[in-house]
């Protein structure tokens, strides 16, 4: 037997989609979706919306409330969506999951940007270089390299940095945080290729190989320093008498002849 709330849904349908609505509000608001009329604006900015929640919410941003909490790390959020994602990093929930291979996903928007690791597509290029990307945040952290914006900025030291990334490698260096540790000798290091270039050491690995003279290498950096041989290159002045050094530790330690001279003088 039918209620009456499956009557009045059958009531209230709309003419261009076919979409059942509940009330005759609901199918007003609805119809909006076809007309582009969006009534209710921010006296802040002018952005425009269908829904009147929409413009609470949208209006947070403005005052910087924040209603909603995480009880488990108190993290706050200016909408109930947003903490319901959240509370998925403590539980681990990833209710999505990829059609092609089945990796799983905490928030159906993530689903779409991973297909284009399936089907190639970048459609995010950029207008000064023409390189193109296959998501938006990574086409903006990209343009960064053409304006130079460093938004990232160290609390400690006021360090600037082009990505979030990169400060929080950074804090590492004063935190002494080493995350990434060796499973054979127990080593632990702040940057995991370091913690990789060091696991060669167990293994033997040297994959970088010397284009001129054939030596290899376990780690990229000997070889760069192994290549000024060749190149004759040395970075590393001495601010008092202009000697060049290959190696910064070379440098630091001629440097020290000079102060010798000064205390004998």
Known sequence: MNTKSDTREKLYSCKVCGSSLKSKQSLARHMQTHTGEKPHSCEVCGFSCIR???LIIHKRKHTGEKPYSCEVCGGSFTNKRSLVIHMRTH????????????????????????????????????????SSFAHKYAKLQHMRTHTGDKPYSCEVCSTPFTYRRSLIIHMRTHTGEKPYSCEVCGSSF?????????????????????????????RKRDLFIHIRIH??????????????????????????????????L
Do not use: N, W
């Open 52 to 54: 009147k929640p929409d």
């Open 91 to 130: 539980t681990g929930e990833k209710p999505y999951s990829c059609e092609v291979c089945s990796t799983p996903f905490a928030q159906k928007q993530h689903i779409l940007g991973h297909m284009r690791t399936h089907t190639g597509e970048k459609p995010y290029s950029c207008e000064v270089c023409g």
């Open 190 to 218: 702040a940057l995991k290729h370091h913690m990789l270039e060091h696991m060669q050491t167990h293994t033997g690995e040297k994959p970088y190989s010397c284009e001129v003279c054939g030596t290899s290498f376990s």
């Open 231 to 264: 190149t004759g290159e040395k970075p590393y002045s001495c601010e008092v008498c202009g000697s060049s050094f290959a190696l910064k530790h070379h440098m630091l330690r001629h440097k020290q002849t000079h102060t010798r001279e000064k205390l004998i």
